[in-house]
């Protein structure tokens, strides 16, 4: 630990005696949790920063998108208001943020919503859509004011929980311990090449009684932020601008030097909106390239840009990430299923 971090340490100590107390109250039932028939999913973390939140969120809505009517339901960070809003096609980005939008864009049939009060965004959705079947909370780990019936814990391969502290010094939003209310948990962003006696021994260090599964991120392929512009792959793919305002971008880096993709990196921080000044500078960086090159960005930054009159001419590009299991992806939808099927109310 270094000296500046030895400053913080009594931050840390006061923000471990505040989130301690706060889930003792809720574990005395001092603090109350309310509880729904229809069967809840959360996904969540305990470090800030991206643990792939919303592609296991796609992932998990795509298991119930052809038999359940499913409603998603987001705080909607960074959007510039705070009360229940339904997300629709043409929904604007800035009242219900990027990763919503996201989600509506590619479950248009499904319901998504945004609420900082995930109960009252709860009670909303089950009196307007009476025939849901269930519901899947993103980010909700600490949100304690609802009884999650499924609670899945999300943890970043690079970033193992068993060696982090407690915010400010590290990235813990609460102490490591907290993961006994999960009922399983996901290490993302694993190594396709990871092998299962590594896995063990992550098992080990992390000391969670529920299952662990390992899941990998999958890079689909190139979008094209407008309808005019060509259709391109990877590998015909020279020199870029990435353009990224997200938690963590080093695994799209990773993807792009490993096919010797020369990039030059325009980074903002985690939900930023996107000013013109951005815009232009974004463009005129493509333009003073030598050679072909195309604007990279991720399906959350798109969420935004695709607003910006000043791209449509431009050879923006999104790319289109997904998430599979390494190993018992039968048993990690079984666990989904079972829960859902055993826990649905029938008139």
């Known amino acids: 630990m270094n000296l500046f971090k030895w400053f913080l340490f009594p931050l840390s100590i006061l923000f471990w005696l505040v989130t301690s107390i706060r889930n003792f109250f809720y574990d005395i039932g001092w603090l109350k949790s309310s509880k729904f028939d229809t069967p809840i999913i959360g996904l969540g973390n305990i470090t800030v920063g991206g643990t792939g939140k919303t592609p296991h969120t796609a992932y998990i809505a795509s298991i119930f998108s052809t038999n359940q009517k499913v409603a998603i339901l987001s705080k909607g960070y960074g959007r510039n208001s705070n009360e229940f809003k339904y997300v629709t096609i043409d929904s604007d980005v800035k009242l219900v ?195 072909d090159s195309i604007i990279l960005t991720t399906e959350k930054d798109a969420q935004k840009l695709k607003e910006f009159e000043e791209l449509k001419s431009q050879p923006v590009y999104y790319l289109k990430v997904s998430v599979d299991f390494l190993w018992n992806k039968d048993k990690f939808d079984k666990k989904l299923n079972d829960y859902v099927r055993g826990n649905q109310k029938y008139s």
């Open 97 to 291: 943020g990027d990763e919503p939008m996201q989600a509506k864009q590619n479950f248009p049939d499904q319901i998504v919503a945004v609420d900082h009060n995930r109960v009252n965004g709860v009670l909303n959705i089950l009196h307007d859509h009476q025939d849901t079947t269930v519901i899947i909370l993103d980010d909700a780990f600490q949100h304690r004011s609802i009884k999650i019936g499924l609670n899945i814990l999300l943890s970043d391969y690079n970033r193992p929980l068993h060696s982090d502290f407690l915010m400010p010094i590290g990235n813990l939003r609460e102490k490591s311990s907290a993961i006994k209310r999960a009922d399983c948990m996901i290490i993302t962003k694993c190594p396709e090449n990871l092998s299962k006696q590594e896995a063990e021994t992550l098992k080990e260090k992390i000391n969670f009684n529920g299952e662990i599964f390992f899941s990998k991120i999958i890079y689909d392929k190139l979008v094209a932020l407008n309808e005019s512009s060509r259709t391109i792959i990877f590998e015909n793919i020279k020199k870029v601008v990435l353009v990224t305002a997200i938690a963590q971008n080093q695994p799209i880096i990773d993807q792009l030097n490993s096919k010797d993709i020369d990039y030059q990196l325009v980074q903002f921080r985690d939900h930023y909106n996107y000013k013109k000044k951005d815009i232009f500078r974004i463009i005129e960086l493509n333009q003073n390239i030598e050679g």
